[in-house]
């Protein structure tokens, strides 16, 4: 009889992982000062502290928060210029609102494929996707881990067109040596519950384009310009504003992330040796030129071929039961609904086929390999991760020797 979890034996995880976000002192405390002490919104100090410490540390110029990494991408594409019916170039493979933002500046988006060695966008299959209606490639650092910006920017500057990062997940990751974010145009940060730095929701754009921050500082901000008068705008933005009490939670953070990041990169790199040694998981690699990933979450990917054909969704079920939590991440964008049954809504959407769409590599990472463990999971002491590699031997080696009892979990 089988001692996986799954079939009624003991579990290897009974306990939770370290909880997130961190509820520390340090971050109660600032809160409570600008509460009592300071302008929650427009004027604020804390806003102004917070911009001017997150630039910084990201080798920035310029910093506009905003209320949600979704606002800062909405933002950045309106301030780059971006006008109804332009095209921007997004990976197919990326949280949902890298899309509906391009949606909601009434631009249209447009797929790329990744590479699977990385699961970020692949440079290669950029070029062949650009049209005389191209203006913005938004490169995604997925789960955390820089896209190789050297091959983006170099397309990017071949034809004329402006590079936004979204680093959405990518909080203090570098390339080249540099912190992502303002390596090209600009780039945009979330600070959602799940996220590295998180203040329950929030995002910023970050720049070293002086004409592209003021812009983006007049979208975000009813469309006023920066030493205008207050009752006079001179564009279509709205209030996006980041409240004093949000930048309160993140100042602290910028004090801890480093110590964070240390502790994701000795987890990660554990994790890696371990599974290297696992016939059938394979650990992701780096992009050329990346060289520190956030490590926001923690992927894999999974063989089918080397587990006797059961599926990745079995799999998952059996983590699951071990207590560790796996699971598949994003759906190919172009799957979902929303680009599929909206052309009336969308009308600048219709004719593109969207439905019709099948990026090979995306397919596969999507619905047969990636395999995701929940961010918190990285945030563990040694024991969590030897819990953690435990739950992958025991799972990995029941598979392989006994691939019967998996045929009732198996769709």
């Not at 340090?26 to 002490?37: C, D, F, K, M, Y």
């Not at 590599?361 to 999507?366: H, K, P």
Request: proline share 4%; glycine share 6%; charged share 25%.
């Amino acid at each position: 009889m089988s001692d996986l979890a799954l079939f009624g034996g003991s579990p290897i995880r009974a306990n939770p992982f370290p909880s997130w976000p961190n509820q520390s002192k340090a971050i109660r405390e600032s809160v409570i000062e600008t509460l009592e002490n300071a302008t929650w919104g427009i004027g604020s100090k804390t806003i102004d502290e917070f911009n001017l410490r997150f630039a910084e540390y990201h080798d920035a110029k310029y910093c506009i928060s905003v209320h949600s990494g979704t606002s800062a991408l909405w933002v950045s594409l309106k301030a780059a210029g971006i006008k109804a019916g332009d095209e921007v170039i997004i990976p197919a493979y990326t949280f949902i609102a890298t899309a509906t933002a391009v949606l909601m500046a009434n631009a249209v988006p447009v797929f790329a494929d990744i590479d699977l060695k990385t699961g970020n966008m692949d440079p290669k299959d950029i070029e062949s996707k650009i049209s005389d209606r191209t203006k913005v490639i938004v490169p995604v650092h997925v789960a955390g881990s820089p896209v190789d910006l050297n091959a983006i920017n170099t397309l990017a500057e071949k034809h004329k067109l402006l590079v936004i990062e979204d680093a959405a997940q990518a909080h203090g990751a570098s390339y080249n040596g540099k912190k992502v974010g303002a390596i090209g145009l600009g780039g945009i940060f979330s600070f959602q519950t799940s996220k590295n730095m998180s203040s329950g929701e929030g995002g910023t754009i970050i720049s070293n384009d002086e004409d592209f921050a003021d812009a983006c500082f007049s979208y975000h901000n009813c469309g006023r310009v920066r030493n205008g008068e207050w009752y006079e705008h001179h564009r279509l933005g709205s209030n996006l504003r980041m409240s004093a009490l949000n930048a309160a939670m993140l100042i602290p953070q910028l004090d801890t992330l480093e110590d964070d990041m240390d502790l994701r990169d000795k987890n990660r790199e554990s994790l890696d040796n371990f599974i290297n040694g696992l016939n059938g998981l394979t650990p992701m690699e780096m992009s050329p030129g990346a060289t520190r990933s956030a490590n926001h979450i923690y992927m894999c990917r999974y063989k089918e071929t080397e587990f006797n054909g059961i599926p990745r969704e079995t799999f998952f079920k059996a983590m699951q039961a071990e207590g560790v939590y796996t699971y598949k991440g994003y759906n190919p964008l172009y799957r979902e609904p929303l680009f599929i049954t909206n052309e009336e809504e969308y009308p600048w959407l219709k004719n593109r086929n969207y439905e019709s769409l099948n990026l090979s590599q995306t397919e596969i990472f999507a619905e047969k390999e990636a395999v995701w463990l929940k961010q918190n999971h990285l945030l563990g002491d040694e024991e969590d991760i030897q819990d953690i590699k435990d739950a992958f031997e025991k799972v990995t080696s029941a598979m392989k020797s006994d691939p019967k009892q998996f045929l009732e979990f198996t769709p």
